[in-house]
């Protein structure tokens, strides 16, 4: 019987620490909203956040407001950083800014506005925070650009499901998968088109997945088929809307020995 008791406790107590620890973790899940007020009792933010471990962790979506009420930003943040689309208003309500962010140093892409809603310039950055790419325009009509609208950021073979780098003099094997990256730029006022290309085989039997991460990674996953020397191209075309500034080309390649 004292057996029998002893087991009923331990499985009561086996419950309430499952309970504990399951309310614990809806605890850490729960979202709530921290509203922020100006001195003469106005709204000027709300932000999400939840608790973890006892602290307050901002993460969620973020509004801010001027002291009319007018919303002059937008986003979200993960883990107490700005993350991902944050728009940015001029007083007026009219759009001033868009930044895709990494974290609050760190932006990868950057579109501005003037007044009028039209783009004034367009900024791609590498994974740093660098800028790589800037247009600027004057009523749609472009005024200048600079940099790279390609910027390659990586080759790799794929091995047991892991990345490798692949490095000068590395020789490959038929039916080896590499993946590598590059930063494409979202120019805007312009139409993209893009190209990958094997040269020297027939691109049509190639088995190659291509991915996109915001805001302007392109990956791609591809199974090689050709002993010898393979050069790989990326190609990208953007004809803008004016139809006064000539065509933009740009193309990077790389090279890898197969045996």
Do not use: W
């Not at 883990?79 to 759009?95: L, Q, R």
């Not at 950055?125 to 790419?133: E, Q, V």
Request: proline letters at 2%; a positive charge.
């Amino acid at each position: 019987m004292k057996k029998i008791y002893k087991i009923a406790l331990l499985i009561v107590f086996i419950v309430i620490i499952g309970l504990i620890v399951f309310n614990k973790y809806l605890d850490d899940k729960k979202v709530h909203i921290l509203n922020e007020y100006n001195s003469m009792g106005k709204l000027i933010g709300t932000n999400e956040y939840v608790i973890r471990n006892g602290d307050t962790i901002v993460h969620g979506k973020f509004i801010n407001y001027n002291g009319k009420g007018v919303k002059i930003a937008e986003g979200q943040f993960v883990n107490n950083e700005p993350n991902g689309k944050c728009s940015y208003y001029y007083d007026n309500g009219k759009i001033e800014s868009v930044f895709y962010r990494k974290n609050s140093k760190v932006n990868l892409e950057c579109t501005y506005y003037n007044q009028k809603g039209s783009i004034e310039k367009y900024i791609m950055c590498d994974t740093i925070g660098n800028t790589a790419f800037v247009i600027k325009f004057d009523n749609r009509v472009v005024k200048k650009y600079e940099g790279y609208s390609i910027l390659p950021r990586g080759l790799y073979k794929l091995s047991n499901k892991k990345q490798v780098e692949i490095k000068t003099g590395d020789v490959l094997k038929v039916g080896d998968t590499i993946r590598y990256y590059s930063l494409v730029a979202n120019i805007p006022n312009a139409k993209r088109t893009f190209k990958i290309e094997n040269i020297d085989i027939d691109n049509s039997k190639v088995k190659r997945i291509i991915k996109s991460k915001k805001p302007a990674e392109v990956i791609v996953e591809e199974v090689l088929t050709k002993k010898g020397l393979n050069r790989i191209e990326v190609k990208a075309q953007y004809s803008f809307d004016d139809k006064v500034t000539p065509d933009l080309n740009k193309e990077v390649s790389f090279e890898v020995n197969v045996n």
